[in-house]
């Protein structure tokens, strides 16, 4: 049993990441170029619509193959092209947890920030495309609130940041790994709140050192991310509600 470090879960995520960079780099590359071909496509009319809804499924397959390989790199397998054909059966269950998600991540998002705006009585009527000055006015009447309406986000992200995996790595349904997400997760919010910020740090490195740094600090943090998974549930533990089983030892 292993005890939650999110300094390792990094260290890992930059070793795997040396150790498979060549084909990591060649799917975060693959995805880069058709997403942003299907971006040059038309955008209005019924065409656009099928557009959009054909780059939402792209992204989706994406976070699903992604999730899955990294968790098979973190227990030792090597990467494989063949998981983004594998995952496409639970395709449309991994969409609606995705669309479950950003609802629950937006909702009270908007909620408190739709209440500060109307009690900061900030006006909408500012012409802010051709006022620059007019978007830091903005700010400062309900910069707070917006940093206020944030909390819920982070919070809840870092409660449901195993949803995915658990889904992927269990075969669980979409309630189930939520739920399974939150209840692991409850003994370790500090952990993995610090893990978020390293994951922030890690983001920023990357920043700096331009492209190549952008690639490398992405690579890391799927595996880095992997790897905390790894550290709460152990592999092979396959009913998706034994949330005991998680190995939630702080340490």
């Given amino acids: 049993m292993e005890s939650i470090s999110p300094i390792e879960a990094i260290k890992n995520g930059w070793s795997l990441t040396k150790s498979n960079f060549i084909v990591s780099l060649g799917l975060i590359l693959g995805y880069g170029v058709l997403s942003t071909l299907l971006g040059l496509l038309p955008a209005n009319g019924i065409v656009g619509g099928v557009c959009q809804l054909l780059s939402f499924v792209v992204s989706i397959v994406w976070s699903l193959g992604i ?47 739709s209440i500060g705006v109307v009690t900061s009585g900030v006006s909408f009527t500012l012409d802010y495309s051709s006022n620059p000055m007019a978007i830091f006015e903005l700010l400062s009447d309900c910069g707070l609130w917006l940093l206020v309406a944030l909390i819920p986000v982070i919070y809840m992200s870092l409660r449901f940041i195993f949803a995915p995996y658990i889904f992927v790595d269990k075969e669980a349904g979409v309630m189930e790994s939520l739920r399974m997400s939150w209840s692991a997760t409850a003994p370790i919010q500090g952990k993995i709140f610090i893990f978020m910020l390293l994951s922030l740090v890690v983001a920023l490195v990357g920043f700096l050192c331009l492209i190549v740094g952008l690639f490398v600090s992405s690579i890391v943090m799927i595996y880095a991310q992997a790897t905390l998974y790894r550290q709460v549930f152990s592999r092979g533990i396959q009913d998706p509600l034994l949330v005991d089983n998680a190995n939630v030892v702080v340490g």
């Fill in 67 to 113: 999730t899955k390989l990294s968790i098979e790199v973190v227990d030792g397998e090597e990467p494989r092209f063949g998981v983004f054909s594998e995952v496409m059966p639970r395709l449309i269950h991994f969409a609606l947890m995705t669309i479950l998600m950003s609802i629950i991540l937006l909702v009270p998002f908007f909620v408190i920030f």
